[in-house]
């Protein structure tokens, strides 16, 4: 039954932040522009900043940034920043804030968002919990009955921070419509965005037992209200507020307790006032995949991983796909993964390129096109290649960061005190270097891309046999111009620096990646001339635009176009992951030594051998575990160090704590080791979720002793796949899932033009049991989908049931529990679809 599956839930976004427009000026009657940044945020957290983009009220940033979301949040921010040059507090010039619940409302479009301002109205979140019972009381047998409202207030999460601080306490006040009867307040609460109270309060109402009713309470309302105390001028700080009715739906009931959890508001009288501060460009793309057990997939799985094997490949499910979604990209990106995952990604490719190629005239036109084959070549080199792409492009990448050398070669945009010769010269160098690293990295090419890459050659022989040149037309598109040359102009994107480009910097990657995409367009032509758009650039291409360059780029590419070419092993290990974390010292007296830190900002960077920090980035590293040490790698609960984003790395002998710069940072990070050391991982294996204390022990268990045996498991999900290329099946079947299931009608509609005339006529590859075929197919996919659309909906209905609203999981004012149980309160289920089962004569 899917009410006894395991299911979960998994959230991704990828955005892409476009531009700002009539951002305001500095001053009154100012001219003068502004450096802008834009920050990603979830609810406060930044997770991302884009470049700065320096004198200017109109800023183009193009940034690109996609990431799974870790954690619960309500809402999705970006906040526009003037940089400071001063080393004063940058200044947020306003906000664009889109609610969880919203995201679906802009998916997949440009869209542009009013700026808002920022105030401490606009900047409320979190939740607080409250048990409130209505009670009668008596004193004593001659004084009146009375109504007391006992108002406990339990605790807070998830609190605004204020300039990084957060000291909060609640006020607890009773109201007769506009006018406060009482008001009393918690203590303070110092350095917690998630504070505990468990304070009671009361508050007596006067009022006979026997006439209590609706109207003598409807003018009264509790509102509790949530502040920051800040010091100084400035005085408490609101963070939020709550409102409960004592009569009403919403009402009290007297002798009944509500233990209740509310998602705070803004003030009710709060005036939203326009502010004309600009509009800022934002394409969405949010999607959360409910991921319930493998064996609910299975019926579809089969059908996708038999998609090589079905002819006509235009037959097949994986086809099918690509024939109904408009945007090839969602379909590539699961197909892919689970391909690579089952060991099949060759003949997939394959299958669908056959096709491509059989149906091109024109061999310069091979793979252009944003086809389902070409997206997925694209998502192939990307998970199979990326770490190949760092070891060829991340050296050279990193030189011209550091250097920063001038490269403008365009006349009209020399900069004061530049000469177009040295310019010249320093764009030369860095090509050469380029071309070099590039040329020389055949044997490092990983084999999964080569036999694919041999494959691609092959049917260029076959359908083009008199023309030599097709073979690496075929290969230098996606090996040039959709592989290296996209990674020279986004270096961020695909993770080969995590500097901040600045103008400069970028203009010359681009001036390189024009050269690479150049270079790649020309060798698989006749010819050695390729045109410009730029009269500029042709200084440049004709000095590598000749027969000695152009053989060693066909040279490297038949090296990796050979199923057999012998593969180098690289010299030094892979590269996983770097950046800078915050490390707590590892000294087991180090609370007693006032003069050294506790938490110190170092710099670290995971290979395929170990881990390994320094003090900073390029210096020598001042430790390395091996990966053999690892046992297990575990999140850090918020209350052991009072520090968010924190995970440890288990060692047999001392664990090693660290803080992430956000959630989004430190899931990587946890994900990212626990696929490196997998083969370390044993379910018997056992860690201390707490931390030891000289005095006191350790703080899950008690034990007295820092070597005693751990008190709780270690997460030991084995992985079975090379930590690279480690692919999550059932979610990826999911995702599949979702896009045949939105496509549904569509799916009906093949299905009838497979009923009634042949789909394919005018195919030279048509036969009459096309027809069949393909009607088999889509009557077995839309079997699969209505399956998991029932097995969905049986789950969505017993999760509705099971939450209470104002329950820890849906507070009160959860605008997401109220459309999830408005959904699951449907009788009508998942659409239904005229059963499939007999086939086309």
């Not at 590039?438 to 891309?449: D, F, G, L, R, V």
């Not at 079947?733 to 394919?760: I, V």
Request: with cysteine.
């Amino acid at each position: 039954m899917a009410s006894n599956a395991r299911v979960r839930v998994e959230e991704r976004i990828k955005i892409n932040i476009g531009e700002a427009k009539n951002l305001p000026s500095r001053g009154h009657g100012s001219v003068g522009g502004r450096d802008v940044f834009c920050t990603v945020n979830l609810d406060q957290e930044e997770v991302h900043r884009t470049n700065t983009v320096e004198k200017t009220l109109n800023p183009f940033f193009g940034d690109e940034y996609n990431f799974d979301i870790p954690r619960k949040f309500r809402w999705l921010s970006f906040y526009i920043y003037d940089r400071e040059r001063s080393g004063k507090q940058d200044k947020v010039l306003g906000k664009v804030s889109i609610k969880k619940e919203d995201l679906r409302k802009y998916q997949g479009k440009d869209h542009w968002f009013d700026i808002l301002p920022v105030d401490c109205d606009s900047e409320v979140q979190g939740e607080v919990h409250l048990e409130v019972r209505l009670e009668p009381i008596q004193k004593s047998e001659d004084a009146p009955t009375l109504t007391r409202l006992s108002v406990r207030v339990i605790e807070c999460n998830g609190l605004t921070k204020n300039n990084g601080a957060c000291d909060p306490h609640v006020n607890v006040s009773l109201w007769c419509e506009n006018e406060k009867l009482e008001s009393k307040r918690t203590k303070r609460k110092s350095k917690t965005t998630s504070p505990t109270f468990n304070e009671t309060f009361h508050f007596e109402i006067p009022q006979r037992p026997g006439e209590i009713t609706a109207d003598s309470l409807a003018a009264l309302q509790l509102r509790v209200t949530v502040w920051h105390d800040s010091p100084g001028i400035f005085g408490n700080i609101f963070l939020g507020e709550v409102r409960v009715p004592l009569t009403g739906e919403a009402g009290l009931k007297l002798n009944l307790s509500h233990d209740t959890w509310y998602f705070l508001q803004p003030r009710e009288n709060n005036r939203v006032i326009a502010h004309d501060l600009g509009s800022l460009r934002l394409k969405l793309n949010y999607t959360s995949d409910e991921v319930i057990s493998s064996k609910h997939y299975d019926q579809l799985l089969g059908l996708v991983l038999q998609s090589p094997m079905v002819k006509p490949v235009t037959c097949s499910a994986a086809y099918i796909l690509g024939q109904v979604v408009s945007n090839k990209q969602e379909a590539a990106e699961p197909l892919v993964r689970l391909f690579l995952h089952h060991g099949k990604i060759v003949p997939f490719i394959e299958s669908l390129s056959e096709r491509e190629i059989a149906l091109e005239t024109d061999p310069n036109t091979i793979f252009r096109g944003n086809t389902l084959v070409s997206k997925c070549m694209d998502e192939l080199m990307k998970l199979a290649g990326l770490h190949y792409l760092h070891t060829v492009l991340r050296p050279v990448v990193e030189r011209i960061y550091q250097e920063r050398r001038p490269c403008e070669v365009d006349p009209g945009k020399l900069g004061d005190g530049e000469r177009l010769e040295t310019n010249f010269a320093n764009l030369k160098g860095y090509i050469q270097e380029t071309f070099a690293a590039i040329s020389k990295s055949a044997y490092q090419c990983p084999s999964t891309m080569c036999r694919v890459f041999a494959a691609l050659k092959r049917q260029a022989r076959v359908f083009f046999p008199d023309n030599q040149e097709v073979q690496y037309c075929v290969l230098s598109g996606f090996v040039f111009l959709r592989f290296f040359a996209p990674a020279l102009l986004n270096p961020k994107l695909f993770d080969l620096t995590q500097e901040q480009l600045d103008p400069q910097t970028s203009r010359t990657l681009k001036l390189i990646s024009k050269t690479i995409n150049s270079l790649g367009s020309c060798v698989g032509s006749r010819s050695s001339v390729v045109s410009c758009k730029e009269e500029y650039m042709m200084a440049i291409n004709k000095d590598f635009f000749t027969d000695s360059y152009l053989q060693k780029l066909r040279l490297f590419l038949d090296v990796i176009s050979t199923e057999s070419a012998p593969h180098q092993a690289l010299d030094s290990p892979i590269i996983l992951k770097e950046g800078q974390l915050v490390k707590r010292a590892m000294s087991r007296r180090i609370s007693l030594n006032i003069f050294r830190p506790s938490f110190v900002r170092r710099h670290f960077c995971l290979t395929t051998r170990g881990l390994s920090y320094s003090i900073s980035k390029g210096e020598r590293p001042r430790n390395e575990i091996p990966v053999d040490n690892i046992r297990g790698v575990e999140p850090v609960d918020e209350a052991v160090f009072k520090k968010r984003n924190m995970f440890r790395i288990v060692q047999p002998d001392r664990d090693l704590y660290m803080q992430a710069n956000n959630c989004v940072e430190q899931k990587e990070w946890v994900d990212i080791l626990s696929k490196v050391v997998s083969h370390n991982l044993d379910k018997t294996e056992q860690y201390h979720p707490g931390l030891f204390r000289e005095a006191a022990g350790w703080t899950c268990c008690r034990s007295p002793t820092q070597t005693a045996i751990g008190c709780a498991p270690v997460t030991a999900d084995k992985l079975h796949a090379d930590i690279k290329l480690a692919t999550d099946s059932d979610r990826e079947m999911e995702r599949l899932y979702a896009l045949f299931s939105a496509h549904l009608d569509q799916l009906r509609r093949l299905q009838d033009s497979f009923s009634y005339h042949p789909a394919y006529a005018g195919d030279p590859s048509f036969e009459p049991k096309d027809t069949v075929v393909g009607y088999n197919t889509v009557a077995s996919i839309i079997s699969a989908v209505n399956s998991l659309q029932q097995e969905h909906h049986d789950h969505d209905r017993s999760r509705a049931r099971g939450i209470r609203y104002g329950s820890r999981m849906a507070p009160i004012g959860d605008d997401n529990y109220l459309q999830l149980r408005a959904a699951a309160a449907s009788e009508s289920g998942p659409r239904r679809y005229r059963p499939v089962g007999s086939t086309p004569g």
